[in-house]
C-alpha cells in the first residue's frame, strides 16, 4: 500500500514532489544510522581487542623492562576520562569504516534516480575500483607502521622513558591508513577525469616529471623515518599506478578521436575546415505556382491583366 501511495503521488512524468523526496532522504539516513551504531556497539564490546591490534606495532616494554630511550615505550592513559572518551572514539571510527558500505548505498540509492545512464556506469566503476584501491593503502600503512614506530622511538635519548598515550598511538594510526588509502585514489580520481573529458592522456603525459616529484616529497613527509624504506614503500606503488591511469587515458582518447575527431577540442578552439571549392550542379527550371485564382483567369474586375498585373503596357 506504501508503495502504491508513493506511485500516486509522483506527477505524471514520473517525477517525486519535495515532500516525497525529504521523507525518503529521511528513511535512509535512519537505515545508515541504524547500520553504524549496531557495528558501534559491537565495537564497544570488543573495544579492548582492537586496541590492541591497532597498537601493536608499537615495541611495548615487557612486564619487568622499563622503558630507557629507545629500546621500548609504554603504552598508557594520561587522563582520568581518557580510557571512556578513546574507547567512544575508537568504537565510532569502527563503526563509520565498518558500515560504510551500508549508508553509501543508501547515499548512492537516493541520488540514483536523478542520474543519466553514463553516470551511473561511471559511478558504478568508480565505486568498484576505489575500494580496493583504498584497501591496498591501508594495509600497506599498516605493514610500513612497525617501521615508522620505532624508528621514532629510536630517537629518545639514554635516561628517558617512552611514555606514549593510547589515544595519540591511535590517532596517528588512523591518520597513516587514512592518508595512504587516500593516496591509492590519486590515480582513479585522474581515470575519472580523463572519462569525463577534462584532462586528457598527453596533458598527463606531460605532467610526469612533476608528479613524481611531488609523489616522493609526498612520500617523505608523511612517512616519518630517516631511511627512505617508508617513502618508497608509499611513492613507489602510486608511480606506477600514476602511469597505469596515464596509460589507460591515452587509448580512451584515442578511441575517443575515432569516434570523434573533434572530442579534444576546446569550446574555443576551432575545427580545421575544409576550403576546397565543390562544383556546382546544373541549375533546374522552376515553374511558379499561381497564387490566386484571378491570375489563373488574368481577369480582375473586368480589367485585363497580364502575368499578375493590371497594366499590361
Known amino acids: 500500500m506504501l508503495k502504491s501511495a ?73 587522563t582520568l576520562m581518557a580510557p571512556f572518551s578513546t574507547t567512544i572514539q575508537l568504537s565510532l571510527t ?45 594495509y600497506l600503512a599498516y605493514l610500513i607502521l612497525p617501521i615508522s614506530v620505532k624508528v621514532l622511538i629510536s630517537l629518545t635519548p639514554e635516561g628517558s622513558a617512552n611514555i606514549l598515550s593510547l589515544g595519540d598511538v591511535l590517532d596517528f594510526t588512523l591518520r597513516m591508513v587514512l592518508v595512504f588509502g587516500l593516496a591509492f585514489e590519486l590515480p582513479l580520481v585522474l581515470v575519472m577525469l580523463n572519462l569525463t573529458g577534462v584532462l586528457s592522456g598527453r596533458r598527463m603525459a606531460g605532467w610526469w616529471r612533476g608528479v613524481i ?21 608509499l611513492a613507489g606503488p602510486i608511480t606506477v599506478l600514476y602511469f597505469g591511469a596515464v596509460g589507460f587515458s591515452l587509448l580512451n582518447d584515442r578511441r575517443r578521436r575515432r569516434g570523434n575527431p573533434d572530442a579534444e577540442l576546446d569550446d574555443d578552439e576551432a575545427s580545421a575546415l575544409d576550403l576546397a571549392p565543390e562544383p556546382v550542379g546544373a541549375v533546374e527550371a522552376v515553374s511558379a505556382p499561381r497564387a490566386l485564382p484571378e491570375q489563373a483567369t488574368g481577369e480582375q474586375g473586368g480589367a485585363r491583366r497580364l502575368n499578375g498585373y493590371d497594366d499590361i503596357t
Request: proline content about 6%; overall charge positive.
Open 94 to 138: 569502527t563503526g563509520l569504516v565498518v558500515a560504510s558500505p551500508v549508508w553509501l548505498y543508501q547515499l548512492w540509492a537516493f541520488v540514483a534516480p536523478g542520474l543519466h545512464r553514463n553516470e551511473k556506469k561511471y559511478t558504478y566503476a568508480f565505486v568498484g575500483a576505489a575500494v580496493p584501491l583504498f584497501a591496498a593503502g591501508a
Open 213 to 233: 616529484m611531488g609523489v616522493f616529497v609526498f612520500g617523505a613527509v608523511i612517512t616519518p623515518t630517516t631511511d627512505p624504506v617508508g617513502m618508497i614503500a
Open 6 to 78: 508513493r506511485k500516486q503521488e509522483k506527477d505524471p512524468e514520473g517525477r517525486m514532489p519535495l515532500v516525497e523526496h525529504l521523507r525518503e532522504l529521511r528513511n535512509r539516513l535512519a537505515k545508515g544510522l541504524l547500520a553504524v551504531a549496531a557495528v558501534t556497539i559491537v565495537a564497544l564490546v570488543y573495544s579492548e581487542e582492537l586496541m590492541q591490534f591497532l597498537t601493536k606495532s608499537v615495541p611495548t616494554c615487557a612486564p619487568n623492562v622499563t622503558s630507557n630511550g629507545g629500546n621500548c615505550a609504554i603504552v598508557s592513559f594520561n
